[in-house]
């Protein structure tokens, strides 16, 4: 198999062994040029292929097959990490050690983690390449107009109208009548809707525009028919801007001036050219919208379906990473990313046996806590609290059993166990308590409905979800250097009683 | 072919100097590569080193070149600097009364006293489960000790850690090493500060001072279970310890790779550059009489005899006969003599005789004798 290697990496590997062993025995140098070689490929395949962004790109298998392939890669390097170890031959430790070992092993993991990303990342690229976030938007919003304009007689130009009645008491109970679901468009359909009290107070807050109140218990509600035959909020949200809604449709369009018939021939056209640009080739079309609009306003343009189509895949495309889906993405990531990272270096650190007895203990622990909370019949509002409680007070029990390590003669394997234990839970530990913060929050004022909507509340909450977590791992990548690793030494040092 | 010793330099004090011509007289070449290897690496000057490197690499491919004339040139470079050098004998490890008790079992390792300094062999030597073993990972700190102390007097490092780091450990069962064998040694180099070219060299000359540069670029299955005991060693060597700990080093090796084994641990245990002291339990008794400075008889758990401390009295030989056994052991009961049989051979004591004495009155009662060995100075008299 060496034959195979080139010879630059050889050269790099001998360099690395004979200069700084701690970053050769983790073979950084070999597999980060690998999962880099791995990246050109993929990448190279893909632009090679020339994907059409406006069709299924098959990127979720495209994705299987890269995961099953880091999967792979990192259980070659995790046996090559078997075979030397300077810190159980108990060689010269360089300064921050613990650091470099550790941001090695994240970078490395990281590097194989995101790999199976990668489609979606050039998916993204491409996407963005081909067509603007401005282009799109325009193009939806005058594709909206048109088919508006084109179909003027056959769509509603009237607004619908509900009526609500309200009734005190709770709703569900004694039998009796109101429904206090959310709103849809099924209620339409209904000449009169009864609701609680309570329901009617939190609808009136989010709808003052529309409703008018008639007397104490009734009320009329306005709803302007549905003009968009395209989404194109995801468009408009990303480019920041305001975009078309249904009632300056029906102010622009409905009780605007009508075209003439020349004008109208010309956007027939521009349609046509819109919808050709667009057009997916999907051998089976997903798009149920346009369905449900044929249904309802007897419009269906030729080509509309291919077009929605592609429309629904280049969103998909464009916008896959941008901020509020990726980090939906990158925060699991992240929390696996150090929980696989910390695993390593633990396993790195440890005597074998301690290792694998810590994984068994903490299989035992979890057990053990979910009997505990399962016996204790906690209810589920109070789960995030008592759960955090447990978890907070194995922390300082670990902890206090970690922190012995410094004074004790011989090895303890339970306080090894411990400091594992703390190890692995300690980056998790601010992000728990921001959520059992957060979680008594909602607990105490959603039933008020002070917190609904409040969309700077839940920025808020947000954001401090996401800095609970990078403070856990800046806290955890402190401790390995200054705490954890000091401890590590000694307890692998210690004579066995 | 050779050419004879008075050729070479006629003035070489050193006493490594006068070893060297002294194998090269009696043709054991071998031997004299091996000596001038060390006696390169105790002068640390790397261009002596690379030489007698190259000379031992050039025996090695030719075994018909004239070593007397290729070495003699160096030889007298080597002499002025090694009979500068000087050997403070300097005590590494004092270990008072450490015992051991296991929380499970019955055994316990009783109090026992060792003492041990730079260029000492210690050799620890007892009948299977008397505690050899837990004797030697309590002085190496895999074992805690239940009583008594361990002070490494030499040891600059008050870290549990960095002081295993100079007290290395080989146990019986050496753990399977992954890779490239000389890349093993290169990381036990370079975990050790020593790196780049002084890491290449040194791996080099660990290489071809314990003849194993034939295998450096196979891996361990590929090798037999002597010379991973060797490789082990080489191994351990590069991490340049102060105290060599070694668990039954001898256990599957032949006879003639225990002797060259025990030897090498002799000449590298006294170094001039590295000196280390060196504990080694077996139970080749004879072979590690030879090279101990001392010995400790463990048994039960307790150290019955110290070579150190110890003052043997009285003869103990012995004797393989063909002779009928009952007639043997009446023989000597006549003769004031005490005789028990071991199964294959009889062992014979003696308060007032000489071991010469015991021989000559055997040849004179006309006793069929096969095999007979003093043995009044050995720990294998402990051995009933």
């Known amino acids: 198999m060496a034959q195979f290697i080139p010879e630059f990496l050889k050269k790099i590997s001998r360099s690395r062994l004979l200069r700084r062993p701690t970053s050769w025995s983790t073979l950084i140098h070999w597999a980060l040029p690998v999962i880099l070689i791995l990246y050109v490929l993929v990448a190279a395949l893909f632009y090679l292929s020339n994907l059409n962004v406006l069709n299924d790109s098959a990127d979720e298998s495209w994705s299987m097959i890269l995961a099953f392939l880091s999967f ?143 007397s104490n218990n009734k009320y009329v509600m306005y709803i302007c028919p549905d003009y968009s ?92 990473f941008a901020y509020g889906n990726w980090k ?44 505990i909370l399962v016996f204790t019949e906690v209810h589920y509002q109070d789960f995030s609290l008592v759960c955090g409680s447990l978890i907070s007070t194995y922390l300082f029990i670990f902890m206090f059993l970690s922190i012995r390590i410094r004074s004790q003669k011989n090895f303890s394997l339970l306080s090894s166990i411990a400091l594992n234990f703390f190890t692995v839970l300690i980056p998790f530990i601010p992000l728990m308590w921001v959520r059992m913060y957060y979680d008594q929050l909602h607990r105490r004022y959603d039933s008020t409905a002070v917190l609904r909507n409040n969309t700077e509340y839940f920025a808020l909450e947000d954001l401090h979800t996401e800095l609970s977590l990078l403070l856990g791992v800046l806290i955890l990548f402190l401790l390995i250097q200054f705490f954890i690793g000091p401890l590590l030494k000694k307890a692998y040092s210690l004579p066995r009683a | 072919m050779f050419r004879p010793h008075s050729t070479l330099v006629p003035k070489m004090f050193a006493p490594q100097i006068k070893e060297i011509q002294s194998s090269l007289d009696n043709k054991d070449y071998d031997l004299a590569l091996r000596r001038i290897l060390d006696a390169s690496q105790d002068l640390a000057d790397e261009a002596i080193v690379r030489k007698s ?38 005590l590494l490890l004092e270990a008072k009364k450490i015992s051991k008790t296991y929380s499970k079992g019955q055994f316990s390792l009783k109090p026992i006293d060792v003492s041990l300094s730079s260029g000492q062999i210690i050799g620890v030597v007892g009948e299977n489960g008397n ?45 399977r090493w992954y890779g490239l064998l000389k890349d093993n040694l290169h990381f036990s180099a370079s975990i050790s500060k020593v790196y780049n070219q002084e890491n290449e060299l040194l791996v080099d000359f660990i290489l071809e001072r314990l003849k194993l540069r034939k295998y450096e670029n196979l891996t361990w299955n590929q090798i037999s279970s002597g010379y991973r005991t060797r490789f082990e060693i080489a191994r351990v060597l590069l991490q340049r310890p102060k105290v060599l700990v070694l668990d039954e080093p001898l256990a599957n090796l032949d006879i003639k790779a225990q002797e060259t084994i025990l030897t090498d641990l002799r000449f590298l245990s006294q170094s001039r550059r590295n000196p280390m002291g060196i504990v080694l339990s077996s139970q080749q008794l004879h072979e590690v009489e030879k090279v101990a400075d001392s010995v400790l008889m463990i048994k039960d758990g307790r150290c019955i005899f110290s070579s150190a401390t110890d003052e043997l009295k009285g003869t103990v030989v012995e004797l393989e006969s063909n002779m009928d056994r009952q007639s043997l052991l009446d023989f000597f009961t006549s003769n004031n003599m005490k005789a028990h049989y071991n199964g294959g051979f009889y062992t014979i004591e003696s308060k007032s005789q000489e071991a010469k004495e015991i021989l000559e009155f055997l040849v004179r009662e006309n006793i069929p004798i096969q095999y007979f060995r003093d043995i009044s100075k050995s720990s294998k008299r402990y051995f009933n």
């Open chain 1, 72 to 214: 792979v890669c990192a259980v070659v390097w995790l046996v090559y990490l078997l075979r030397f170890n300077v810190f159980k031959r108990f060689g010269h430790l360089p300064k921050l050690y613990y650091w470099r070992q550790f941001l090695s092993f994240t970078l490395i993991l990281g590097a194989l983690i995101f790999l199976p990303t990668l489609p979606q990342w050039l998916l993204t690229i491409q996407a963005n390449q081909k067509f603007t976030s401005v282009e799109l938007a325009d193009d939806i919003d005058e594709m909206n107009r048109s088919i508006l304009l084109l179909n003027i007689d056959k769509v509603p130009k009237e607004w619908r109208v509900v009526n609500f009645e309200v009734f005190a008491g709770e709703a569900g109970k004694n039998g009796n009548p109101y429904d206090d679901g959310y709103y849809d468009d099924r209620h339409v359909q209904e000449q009169t809707r009864k609701v609680s009290e309570r329901w009617m107070k939190d609808f009136l807050r989010d709808n003052t525009d529309s409703l008018i109140k008639i």
């Open chain 1, 229 to 320: 035959f395209f989404y194109q909020d995801a468009a408009n949200r990303y480019l920041g801007r305001e975009w078309s809604s249904d009632e300056k449709l029906f102010n622009d369009v409905v009780l605007g001036p009508k075209p003439s018939q020349s004008e109208l021939n010309m956007m027939g056209k521009r349609l046509k050219v819109l919808f050709s640009k667009y057009k997916s080739t999907n051998p089976y079309l997903s798009s149920n919208y346009s369905s449900e609009k044929n249904w309802k306003y007897r419009v269906k343009p030729k080509g509309f379906d291919a077009a929605d189509e592609g429309i629904d895949e280049l969103i998909y495309k464009k916008y896959l």
């Open chain 1, 328 to 371: 939906e993405l990158y925060l699991p990531i992240l929390m696996f990313l150090t929980f696989l990272s910390s695993l390593l270096f633990l396993f790195r650190h440890n005597h074998n046996k301690v290792f694998f007895w810590s994984l068994l203990s903490g299989a035992l622990l979890f057990f053990l806590s979910v009997i």
């Open chain 2, 53 to 90: 490197m190259a000379i031992s690499q050039e025996f090695e491919h030719n075994k018909e070149l004239d070593l007397n004339a290729a070495l003699e040139p160096l030889l007298v470079k080597m002499s002025q600097g090694l009979a500068n050098l000087t050997v403070d004998q300097k």
């Open chain 2, 131 to 175: 505690g050899k073993t837990t004797l030697l990972e309590c002085l190496s700190g895999l074992l805690s000790i239940d009583q008594g102390t361990i002070d490494f007097p030499e040891s600059s490092h008050k870290d549990a850690y960095d002081r295993r780091h100079q007290l290395a450990f080989i146990p019986q069962r050496i753990p």
